[in-house]
């Protein structure tokens, strides 16, 4: 399974390079150092350092249980780690929590669809706008001044991302009748709701049909161009990781094994054995 | 002899043979957890079910062992009913929908076991008296029924049987793996639906000895059914998925809430059995979520 | 033809928005409402305002406070009456020891005390979910009645706690006859029910669902499980225990502790689950279809006892209701999850193409 030509070509085309004009790579923003997390006896990172500048997209890959999802999870405070520390927007702490770091401006979607299913499209996006809402409770009963006002403030905003995203047709349907294509589509729009400076994809464009792919890779390059938003992605399709990340980490069994631009990593011997299933 | 200390004991003895009859009520509830991941709220009617169809049907003239196999049998039917009728259309709901369902099941078999049988209250005699144990009285000056003693040795024989029937017997062990993991336990070809009907017979016959042990102690009626909200902080503690847990549990409540009656009620004007356990359990339940012998899941997102 | 959304245009958000943007809606409810507020205390007898039209709306009201608790926010109670105790004897001690209270207030004030009890008994939520937390609420029934019932001071020491509401009025007008008591009561349920509307279309009922959906997505997004799971204990105790005031001093007159059983929790949890989980409309079929069955039963059980022959005796009946909204339960759980409330919805779906139905 290495990283071959076709894939490349496959889902990555169409798409353009990722130095856009309008963004310019910054200063870290966010710096993970010594990071290691263990269930019971399972070890699922192991001292894993590395940065994250502003406004880069950064690609997280390795093979299945390389420890990408828990990275991630860690990044955003859904589980502790034993070791090390997460330094975002300058802030150092031993771990996050997870509301603080939605707070903080870390937005997220999830390998298998988090969406609230009960729920509407457009209900999913709007409680993407939680933290921005000032009025109390006792004001949304009355549906008074504020309460009102702000309703509509945000149904603005969400009305924006829903064209931004294509998705207007089912602004509507309860995401549980949706498609998975559109579901993971519907889960971006909720994550951008939050304005969020440093976005979290994981696996955005797995078990995608390759229109799909393309929509969506156009999508994560523009949200990153227009809106500047730094993002880190898991993605399992090298093709599309190698045409839109700016740097990639690789991670396997836990530990990180390379890190550098994709064609660094691309030509990384390490990277090939773990792609290849070299013996330990 | 009878100073403080002697009852305390007595206090404390006679707590751990009631709880062993809340772990009886439990071990129902954990037996069907354990295999269809249903949290069963209609073990209690089940309770009150069976010793009502046996008390009535000896009350009729009925053998003492026979009335003990049909009820055995209708309880039998029963489980298999609730398996078809009412677990497997549900199949694949959230749990919080089963559990529900089990309320509306206990509300039937509620009104179905009185419709049948009349609300009237049944004494229950199965020979062995209530009555302090003469010898033991002399010796340590500790009043300790006869008949809890009998109810622990039932119940003890019961977890035997049940424990050799999960190690030793194909059954047990297709029930053990269905516990374990449904997906994989079908993929091996263990037929679900069966295993689920047998779990549900096994809890039946499991309520059948609770209900005849509770009926003949409190006479069988519909306060019967109260038995169950006796149980589940026992769950609480113990964890919904453990036997073992069942029985610890069991004995820590019934020691605690007749310690607490005893020692705690006067200052507090007393009846503090009907919540102590509750909140018992939830403070536990504070420090230890999983309950004493559960096991810690992780959410996986 | 008539229920048609054709040629209603929404232009704008605020439009899209309303609490009711069809307009056959609109028109509904206000006939609905000029109805029970007008046409029923006016040709309505006693016997249907004071013992099936008050209590159907106390009952609705309690459903609907359950119903923001699981149906919104997802957290199983089964401990509905003991908040409803504590809107009812908190009632009565604010009349009793505050001289002059206006009965609103000490509505409100009482509503409060049981959304503060609600706070403490949803604690657990923040660690426990599912059947763990329905169990946890047992304690609040269990717990709360035992409290009402052992502690004299707030039965003022009656005998076996028995409690009977003071007489009360508003502005001058004394509540005391079937029809001012079903006015009053009529007028704070649909109160209620606007509020709690207004509630679920706005970011507190979508906080709600999200932690009812998924917790850990909602957290992500930063909507905050704790204060949110006790928002909802706190809003939905305050409602049952509006509901119980109302039992007492609207309904029943004269209430004791055990009124307010673990049965009468059922009973309302039953209401939520027939009329349809997490849904304003549904909470008020299902306290509707509980109220009236055991009266349509009355009615129907005695001719076909005749016409068949069968002896069906006054305790058959009470047993046969036992076995039909257990019944009732399963079928729903099984054919329709979302109750009578979807089946309103999927009638009017139909109506809206009726007569053309493609």
């Avoid at chain 1, 009960?118 to 009355?142: C, P, Y």
């Avoid at chain 3, 009965?103 to 009890?117: N, Q």
């Avoid at chain 3, 001093?249 to 673990?262: I, K, Q």
Wanted: hydrophobic residues 55%; glycine residues 10%.
């Amino acid at each position: 399974m290495r990283a071959d030509a076709t894939a490349q070509q496959g889902a990555g085309g169409g798409t353009a390079p990722a130095t856009g004009a309008a963004r310019a790579v910054g200063a870290p923003i966010l710096v993970v150092e010594g990071v290691s997390l263990a269930f019971g006896g399972v070890k699922a990172l192991q001292g894993v350092s590395f940065d994250v500048r502003e406004h880069e997209i950064r690609a997280i890959i390795g093979p299945n249980g390389a420890g990408k999802s828990s990275m991630l999870n860690v990044i955003n405070g859904v589980y502790h780690p034993q070791e090390g520390t997460i330094t975002f927007k300058g802030r150092s702490r031993h771990d996050m929590v997870v509301h603080e770091a939605a707070a903080q401006g870390i937005g997220r979607t999830f390998q298998n669809i988090a969406l609230f299913r009960g729920m509407t499209v457009l209900d999913n996006i709007m409680t993407g706008r939680n933290l921005k809402i000032r009025s109390t409770f006792l004001e949304q009963a009355l549906w008074i001044g504020r309460a009102k006002r702000e309703e509509l403030e945000h149904r603005r905003k969400v009305e924006e991302i829903i064209d931004f995203l294509e998705i207007q047709h089912i602004r509507k349907t309860p995401v549980g009748r949706l498609p998975y294509g559109l579901q993971k589509r519907v889960e971006l729009a909720r994550a951008l709701a939050m304005e969020p400076e440093l976005l979290l994809l994981d696996e955005p464009m797995a078990g995608m049909n390759l229109e799909e792919k393309q929509d969506m890779c156009r999508f994560v390059l523009d949200v990153n161009e227009q809106f500047g938003t730094t993002i880190v992605l898991i993605e399992h399709d090298m093709g599309v990781v190698m045409d839109i990340s700016d740097r990639v980490v690789v991670l396997d069994y836990g530990r990180k094994i390379a890190d550098g631009t994709p064609d660094e990593v691309r030509a990384n011997q390490a990277v090939i054995d773990a792609y290849l299933g070299v013996a330990h | 002899m009878a100073g403080p200390v002697s009852f305390f004991f007595e206090v404390l003895f006679s707590g751990l043979l009631a709880g062993v009859m809340y772990s009886l009520v439990a071990l129902g509830f954990v037996l069907i957890y354990k295999a269809s991941g249903v949290f069963n709220f209609a073990q209690g009617a089940m309770v009150f079910f069976a010793a009502l169809t046996f008390v009535s049907l000896v009350e009729r003239g009925v053998n003492f062992w026979l009335a003990m196999a049909i009820t055995l049998a209708v309880m039998i039917l029963l489980g298999i009913l609730t398996e078809r009728v009412v677990l497997r259309p549900l199949i694949n709901q959230p749990p919080i929908t089963l559990f529900m369902a089990t309320i509306g099941l206990t509300f039937f078999l509620e009104g179905l076991s009185q419709g049948i049988w009349g609300a009237q209250p049944h004494g229950l005699d199965i020979g062995i008296r209530d009555e302090p144990m003469e010898w033991l009285a002399d010796r340590t000056g500790m009043f300790l029924s006869q008949f809890d003693l009998f109810a622990s040795g039932i119940a003890a024989v019961l977890v035997t049987v049940l424990a050799l029937f999960f190690q030793r017997t194909r059954i047990g062990r297709a029930l053990r793996a269905v516990a374990d993991d449904h997906q994989a336990a079908l993929a091996v070809g263990i037929p679900l639906k069966h295993i689920w009907a047998i779990v549900w017979a096994v809890a039946g016959f499991v309520a059948l000895v609770a209900g005849l042990l509770w009926g003949a102690r409190t006479g069988v009626q519909y306060a019967l059914t109260f038995v169950a909200l006796k149980a589940l902080p026992v769950l609480i503690l113990g964890g919904f998925e453990s036997i073992a847990g069942a029985i610890v549990g069991g004995l820590i409540i019934g020691a605690s809430e007749k310690l607490a009656e005893v020692y705690l009620g006067p200052y507090v004007g007393g009846g503090i059995e009907s919540w102590f356990p509750y909140v018992l359990a939830l403070a536990f339940l504070l420090f230890r979520p999983e309950g004493l012998f559960g096991e810690k899941h992780i959410d996986r997102v | 033809m008539l229920y048609r959304e054709a040629g209603q245009f929404r232009a704008t958000y605020a439009e899209d928005q309303q609490i009711f943007p069809l307009r056959q809606d609109r028109i509904g409810v206000a006939a609905l409402l000029v109805f029970a507020f007008v046409v029923i205390p006016l040709v309505g007898d006693q016997y249907w305002l004071s013992a099936i039209l008050t209590p159907f709306l106390i009952f609705a009201l309690a459903a609907l406070g359950l119903n923001i608790l699981t149906g919104y926010a997802g957290q199983l109670s089964l401990g509905t009456a003991a908040f409803m105790a504590v809107g009812a004897f908190a009632t009565y001690n604010f009349v009793l020891r505050v001289p002059g209270i206006p009965i609103l207030v000490a509505f409100v004030l009482a509503g409060i005390c049981a959304a503060l009890v609600g706070i403490a008994f949803g604690l657990p939520s923040l660690r426990i979910k599912g059947f763990y937390l329905a169990v946890a609420t047992l304690a609040a029934q269990f717990f709360v009645l035992w409290a009402i019932q052992r502690i004299g001071w707030i039965t003022n020491y009656s005998a076996s706690g028995v409690i009977t509401a003071q007489n009360y009025s508003i502005l001058g007008i004394p509540i005391d006859t079937p029809v001012s008591k079903y006015v009053l009561t009529l007028s704070i349920v649909t109160v209620l029910a606007l509020l709690a509307k207004n509630l679920a279309r706005s970011e507190t009922g979508r906080a709600f669902m999200a932690v009812r959906d998924m917790d850990v997505a909602a957290s992500v997004i930063g909507i905050p499980l704790m204060r949110t799971k006790l928002l909802a204990f706190a809003i939905s105790s305050f409602y049952c225990g509006v509901a119980g005031a109302l039992y007492a001093y609207t309904y029943l007159g004269t209430v004791e502790p055990e009124a307010f059983n673990l049965d009468l929790s059922f009973r309302i949890l039953f209401m939520i689950i027939i009329g349809g989980v997490g849904s304003v409309l549904g909470s008020f079929l299902g306290a509707a279809f509980i109220v009236l069955l055991p009266i349509v039963l009355n009615y129907v059980v005695p001719p076909v006892s005749e016409a068949t022959g069968i002896e069906i005796s006054h305790a058959i009946i009470s047993n046969l209701e036992l076995m039909i909204f257990g019944g009732l339960i399963i079928f729903f759980l099984i054919v329709e999850p979302h109750g009578l409330a979807r089946l309103w919805q999927i009638g009017k779906e139909k109506l809206r193409l009726w007569p053309f139905p493609h």
